[in-house]
């Protein structure tokens, strides 16, 4: 993909927790610099994250191979002798390690790192990964799992530390587009997709809104499964056990985006002197405490957005100066917890509103922010539902819990990509083994489909 115009930009640090003192605690991929940080929280909690990092490393190299290939779908003959294997490889993991590894499958997040550490300055940098995205507080059992997750795939310890795209997130799908093309596909957009046909018990293509029919010997569907089985199938052409799985699967999303033009670099309270020093390479959290995250999850249970909201920031122009005009920046606002049904109201009618507030808050961290801003979106789950197609708001296309994971992401069939409908195929996030801008789905899915046409 690199030589279609792909390249990814490292950041380090790539978090920047910052505290209502004017404290900041920066992570990134240098262990050593790591411990340095969190000394000045707690020498015990510094000491402890090398190890931690190393157990967590384990665990993911455990998983690993259950993520980044195909599994035996729940009903197919292999799917007894899958976990078979799987239970017997978990038993020969040092005690300590399978002791850990049953708690991040099935534990709380807050539980697990409370074995680790004291100090909440480390604890919700590294809880952040286990409930982005989630609808589940840090002391909810199941939340552990997505820390050990986004371990998977990288080289550091501890924590991933993500970086960025030159020219935007949309510089992966133009390098996969050009790549496609250069290999003979055709790629179409502004071409949604009404009805995938069935014809003889067999997916035959797919009939565009406009009417149009393409046919085709192999379908394979990227958008979740409450789209791909509910809304593009006849009811007929699934079977109704199917139908049921997919109309009962979770999709509840919990997360908003902002984009804010700015018209300057902003202030980061704790941080002296100007220009763009190495603390703007990172995210900036806010989520200061354990309790600040349970109290704004308790919000949106109860249906109202989170007064006090999980907020990270971003700013890609710092290090790539494209993507905005000179002098000005583009900022990434990711919050959470915003629930998709609200109690009361509309958010059509309330995200303006709470737009604002979400400025209120970060004010408190980036002062002057608000009066930076020369141009804004908020983009709520409604929103992200209606633009992306992400079904209930949900950015994993379905919760990413153990009853919803492995043998049990995907549903029946041969495989976790395979579907009761012959000829069609999973290949997105709702698929085996589930979300991340981390292409392993897809992966996966066209090494099954790949395998079958072969077969063939």
Same mark, same amino acid.
């Given at each position: 993909?690199?030589?279609?115009?792909?390249?990814?930009?490292?950041?380090?640090?790539?978090?920047?927790?910052?505290?209502?003192?004017?404290?900041?605690?920066? *992570?990134?991929?240098?262990?050593?610099?790591?411990?340095?940080?969190?000394?000045?929280?707690?020498?015990?909690?510094?000491?402890?994250?090398?190890?931690?990092?190393?157990?967590?490393?384990?665990?993911?190299?455990?998983?690993?191979?259950?993520?980044?290939?195909?599994?035996?779908?729940?009903?197919?003959?292999?799917?007894? +002798?899958? !976990?078979?294997?799987?239970?017997?490889?978990?038993?020969?993991?040092?005690?300590?390690?399978?002791? /850990?590894? $049953?708690?991040?499958? @099935?534990?709380?997040?807050?539980?697990?790192?409370?074995?680790?550490?004291?100090?909440? @300055?480390?604890?919700?940098?590294?809880?952040?990964?286990?409930?982005?995205?989630?609808?589940?507080?840090?002391?909810?059992?199941?939340?552990?799992?997505? %820390?050990?997750?986004?371990?998977?795939?990288?080289?550091?310890?501890?924590?991933?530390?993500?970086?960025?795209?030159?020219?935007?997130?949309?510089?992966?799908? +133009?390098?996969?587009?050009?790549?496609?093309?250069?290999?003979?596909?055709?790629?179409?957009?502004?071409?949604?997709?009404?009805?995938? *046909?069935?014809?003889?018990?067999?997916?035959?293509?797919?009939?565009?809104?406009?009417?149009?029919?393409?046919?085709?010997?192999?379908?394979?569907?990227? @958008?979740?499964?409450?789209?791909?089985?509910?809304?593009?199938?006849?009811?007929?052409?699934?079977?109704?056990?199917?139908?049921?799985?997919?109309?009962?699967?979770?999709?509840?999303?919990?997360?908003?985006? %902002?984009?804010?033009?700015?018209?300057?670099?902003?202030?980061?309270?704790?941080?002296?002197?100007?220009?763009?020093?190495?603390?703007?390479?990172?995210?900036? *959290?806010?989520?200061?405490?354990?309790?600040?995250?349970?109290?704004?999850?308790?919000?949106?249970?109860?249906?109202?957005?989170?007064?006090?909201?999980?907020?990270?920031?971003?700013?890609?122009?710092?290090?790539?100066?494209?993507? @905005?005009?000179?002098?000005?920046?583009?900022?990434?606002? =990711?919050?959470? =917890?915003?629930?998709?049904?609200?109690?009361?109201?509309?958010?059509?009618?309330?995200?303006?509103? =709470?737009?604002?507030?979400? *400025?209120?808050?970060?004010? /408190?961290?980036?002062?002057?922010?608000?009066?930076? $801003?020369?141009?804004?979106?908020? !983009?709520?789950?409604?929103?992200?539902?209606?633009?992306?197609?992400?079904?209930? &708001?949900?950015?994993?296309?379905?919760?990413?819990?153990?009853?919803? !994971?492995?043998?049990?992401?995907?549903?029946?069939?041969?495989?976790?990509?395979?579907?009761?409908?012959?000829?069609?195929?999973?290949?997105?996030?709702?698929?085996?083994?589930?979300?991340?801008?981390? &292409? $392993?789905?897809?992966?996966?899915?066209?090494?099954?489909?790949?395998?079958?046409?072969?077969?063939?």
């Amino acid at each position: 993909l690199a030589a279609h115009g792909l390249e990814f930009l490292p950041r380090n640090p790539s978090v920047v927790a910052l505290f209502p003192d004017g404290r900041h605690l920066m *992570l990134g991929g240098d262990e050593a610099a790591c411990v340095e940080q969190i000394a000045q929280f707690s020498a015990k909690d510094a000491a402890a994250y090398p190890a931690y990092g190393r157990t967590m490393r384990r665990l993911a190299d455990f998983v690993e191979p259950y993520l980044m290939n195909p599994l035996p779908g729940l009903d197919s003959a292999g799917a007894d +002798a899958a !976990l078979r294997a799987a239970l017997t490889r978990a038993l020969e993991l040092p005690e300590g390690d399978l002791v /850990q590894l $049953v708690e991040l499958l @099935a534990g709380s997040a807050a539980g697990f790192l409370d074995r680790w550490f004291s100090s909440d @300055a480390i604890k919700v940098p590294l809880v952040i990964d286990g409930i982005t995205g989630v609808d589940a507080s840090p002391s909810m059992p199941g939340s552990a799992f997505l %820390m050990l997750y986004h371990m998977t795939g990288v080289t550091e310890v501890g924590r991933p530390a993500w970086g960025q795209v030159r020219g935007g997130m949309g510089g992966i799908t +133009a390098a996969l587009a050009s790549c496609a093309r250069a290999a003979g596909a055709t790629v179409r957009t502004a071409a949604p997709v009404a009805r995938i *046909l069935v014809r003889d018990g067999r997916a035959a293509g797919v009939v565009l809104e406009s009417g149009e029919e393409i046919a085709a010997g192999t379908v394979v569907s990227a @958008a979740d499964p409450y789209t791909t089985f509910v809304r593009l199938l006849e009811p007929g052409d699934l079977p109704a056990r199917a139908r049921r799985a997919a109309e009962n699967r979770r999709f509840t999303g919990v997360a908003m985006k %902002m984009h804010l033009a700015l018209d300057r670099l902003p202030e980061v309270a704790g941080f002296d002197g100007t220009g763009a020093g190495p603390q703007y390479h990172g995210t900036f *959290l806010i989520a200061p405490t354990m309790e600040y995250l349970e109290e704004a999850y308790a919000d949106a249970k109860a249906g109202r957005p989170a007064r006090s909201p999980h907020i990270e920031c971003t700013l890609p122009s710092v290090l790539d100066p494209t993507v @905005a005009p000179e002098g000005r920046h583009l900022m990434g606002v =990711y919050l959470q =917890y915003a629930p998709y049904q609200l109690a009361e109201g509309s958010w059509d009618e309330v995200k303006e509103a =709470y737009g604002d507030r979400v *400025l209120e808050c970060i004010e /408190q961290y980036l002062p002057g922010i608000t009066a930076s $801003v020369v141009g804004r979106e908020v !983009l709520t789950p409604v929103d992200l539902e209606r633009r992306l197609g992400l079904t209930g &708001g949900d950015l994993y296309h379905g919760a990413m819990t153990l009853d919803q !994971l492995f043998l049990l992401r995907s549903g029946s069939g041969p495989s976790s990509h395979h579907t009761p409908v012959p000829g069609l195929f999973l290949a997105g996030s709702g698929a085996h083994p589930g979300g991340g801008v981390f &292409g $392993v789905p897809g992966r996966n899915g066209a090494r099954t489909v790949l395998g079958e046409v072969g077969a063939g």
